[in-house]
């Protein structure tokens, strides 16, 4: 189940594991991150001729920021705990196929 809380110390005591601590510290950085990411990639990023791991950088934490919003979603809407393992399961594989199609997208830029 999600975290619903706005400060740590809320979260510390809400967390059922260390794993959904640090999911939920994730979320607040890697969306500061991106948002940062994005700006820079809009107006510096055509001043710069190509940077390979900047743009995986940014597909990389655009989609685990995604994927953990998705799997919050799923444990707090599908109650069904084995329809839950499949959906997440299907979630977890076509991010891994994306981050692989993106990572060799961006190698071939």
């Known amino acids: 189940m999600a975290i619903k809380t ?3 110390d809320e979260a510390r005591r809400q967390a059922s594991t260390n794993w959904e601590l640090i999911w939920w510290v994730f979320m607040r950085v890697s969306g500061l991150l991106l948002i940062l990411l994005l700006w820079m990639h809009i107006y510096i990023g055509p001043k710069l001729i190509s940077i390979k791991a900047y743009d995986y950088t940014l597909l990389a934490l655009a989609l685990l920021h995604g994927t953990n919003g998705s799997r919050y979603i799923l444990d707090d809407y599908v109650h069904n705990g084995s329809l ?11 991010v891994a196929v994306f981050l692989l199609a993106g990572g060799l997208f961006v190698a071939k830029l």
């Open 6 to 8: 706005r400060n740590f």
């Open 84 to 94: 839950r393992v499949i959906l997440k399961s299907t979630l977890y594989v076509l």
